[in-house]
């Protein structure tokens, strides 16, 4: 990319929301903890310091020295305001009442930030601290009822501070604000977009990997699905992937995904190595077990396959930016890395060189480099599904009839979504196997059987979600359907839990 925006992280609950916003203006940007600036390059074109839960009144508050950077035009937003505000001799003071939620600002002055912004516009507040006493080397553009500075300028430089928060969408013309800070006032031309990801992405796959082979394992989800096109159409056949049917995939999946992959192109091997996880799954019943045991026969299975590959020197991997942004603790100012969910382990044990091609994107992001690839819609839209399967919805110990049940039961609830319109209204849907069973009568018989647990959630991201409120006509259906077609089932539950505090997977 020839131009970026930089956004320090002081531990704002919204850092990976100003990212969002500035990427939607087709400028690429990053996110950097406060004590871990990248090389400086000419490519910066601009310098966000983000909102924190912290005062700057603190001894032991995060801190930034962006005067090191005369060049580059700095936004404060909030906290990175008052920080930036307090190095200029202003006062921070604790305000009597929090501010928080919506206000009108008032336009004081002229300025490029807040160009075409209209008086009385709505902005989104949220502070303890307010910029109280303003010094020499200060203008204030605006203010509101309750605060004086709603937004400055530093006159002798191009630094902004906006104590209301532009990248919430509530503030009504944040979007607006940002692209008066990243066109007008850094120069950004806004060319960053998926034709041109994907074509510098498969100049720079070109060069890296030029003659070798390349392997990566197809999960059939999103994320491995487009590195894996994105790839292809870099090295074409040198690509090798590998789908290891691991016997806790949805039913018929297996087979599914390796047609619709081979039709559309891909090179990709199948491994059937059922029976090899079954029989790691064995007698266990602790979660973290049962994960472990997943996790090692996966390395095994793959570093077994990669064997067969002549010339293979690179693992590809659908790591997306979310995966590995660091991102700084609310609950001290190290820095932390979120672990994320790829197969671990498999780089060192193998010796093989990474290659992540999508390692800067958002999830939804990789969705649209899906489409400019043309990957079919069924594939880009399908739900999240965890690595370790079927699995981790079956509590207990994973048996091969605990599976065939599961299997159908999970079939009738999606396919039932798919054929009424709710599959792309839901974040991600499945069924629980529950290892206890219960009284029921069917025709003039007692029954007793399993349990099963209808699972549907709205999220935007899986950090936070809500159950689905599907109607009870539809959750009736479903139910009968699945007490009649699926035998070892007589009672269907739905799952009315919110994360937090349960999660979405119940192991
Ligand atoms: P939880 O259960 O933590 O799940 O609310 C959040 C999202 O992550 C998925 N998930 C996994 N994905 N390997 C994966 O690839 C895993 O071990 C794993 N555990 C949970 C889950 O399906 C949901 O989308």
Redesign the pocket.
Known sequence: MEEKILIIDFGSQYTQLIARRIRELNVYCEIHPFNAFPKVDNKIKGIILSGSPYSVNNNDSPNFNFLKFPEIPILGICYGAQLIAKKFNCKISQSNTREYGRAKISIRKKSKILNNIKLDSIVWMSHGDSITDVSSDLEIISSTNDVNVAAYKVKKHKIYGLQFHPEVTHTVHGSKILKNFTFSICGCKGSWTSKKFINTSILEIKNKLKNDKVILGL?G?VDSSVAAFLINSAVGDNLVCVFVDNGLLRKNEYENVLRSYKNLGLNVIGVNAKNKFYSSLKGKIDPEVK?KAIGKTFIDIFEQESKKIKNAKWLAQGTIYPDIIESVSVKGPSATIKSH??VGGLPKKMNLKIIEPLNTLFKDEVRKIGISLNIPKNILNRH?????GLA?RILGEVTEKRIKILQEADHIFISSLIKENLYNDIW?AGVIFLPIKSVGVMGDERTYENVVVLRAVN?LD??T?DWSKLSSDFLSKVSNEIINKVRGVNRVVFDISS?PPA????E
């Open positions: 999960s989800g994960r969910h790829n999240p599904f965890p690595g370790p981790i991600q999220s899986g950090m979600a994360k999660t979405i997977e119940w």
